[in-house]
């Protein structure tokens, strides 16, 4: 159920009815697959002169990310759907479709000057519970949000999707969703969306779950 949500909310976005999106949710629950390999691949076959950046903590998981997403373009269910789709040129970091858009994969500390999008994944921006624990980790992920992916958006109509798990209170999510944390900006949070699915259903559930019940209990039980 969570996997379709996700896919019918990055459906919205490639219509352009959704500019700012937030998903959150526990690791290995299909988010990078969906929100960001797949979403990538299908928005840039639908769309092939747009610009996309997908960024995510560091460039060797970036790089992952891109030989990934090459390889969905390339399997013959995608060439089946789209067959006038193809790369004109493609290195490790940068590929560039046979219209002329191209699909940059960035980690925190990639260069970005000349390169814009129309579309910005974000995916998982902190690798997991440790460096979040530290003040200036979390507040050069925020510069790095704020003052370098941001202002790499062409223009008003792109879009941007963040998809993570949560792993501090003051990551980037905090500092966008929680007006009493001291970096809260209403000029960065505004037309924010955001979706939380976590493993363990609490309050207001957007798949309608009671409190404490799992998300996939198909793949992870309560236990």
């Known amino acids: 159920r969570h996997h379709r949500l996700m896919a019918d909310l990055m459906m919205q976005v490639e219509r352009g009815e959704k500019r700012k ?18 979403f990538c691949a299908w928005y840039s076959a639908l769309h092939p002169d747009h610009d996309i950046i997908v960024a995510t903590y560091n460039e060797k998981f970036a790089l992952d990310f891109g030989k ?14 789209f067959p006038e789709f ?42 997991d519970d440790k460096d979040v624990r530290y003040d200036g980790f979390r507040e050069d992920c925020w510069q790095w949000f704020t003052q370098t992916l941001l202002t790499r958006r062409h223009d008003d109509r792109a879009a941007i999707v963040i998809s993570q798990t949560r792993w501090h209170d003051d990551d980037i999510v905090g500092r966008i969703t929680d007006k009493q944390n001291p970096a809260y ?12 699915l976590p493993a363990i259903a609490e309050h207001d559930d ?15 039980g309560l236990k």
């Open 21 to 38: 999106v937030i998903v959150n949710t526990a690791p290995r629950h299909g988010k990078s697959e969906l929100c960001t390999k797949r």
């Open 68 to 81: 990934d997403i090459r390889e969905i373009m390339r399997s013959p269910r995608f060439q089946q759907i």
């Open 86 to 127: 193809y790369l004109k040129s493609e290195s490790n970091e940068t590929v560039t479709t046979y219209a002329g858009g191209d699909i940059f994969f960035l980690g925190r500390r990639s260069p970005t000057t000349g390169r814009g999008a129309n579309l910005i994944l974000v995916d998982d921006p902190t690798k």
């Open 185 to 196: 900006s209403p000029r960065f949070a505004e037309g924010f969306e955001i979706i939380n």
């Open 206 to 220: 957007p798949l309608g779950r009671k409190p404490g019940e799992p998300l996939w209990p198909e793949r992870f």
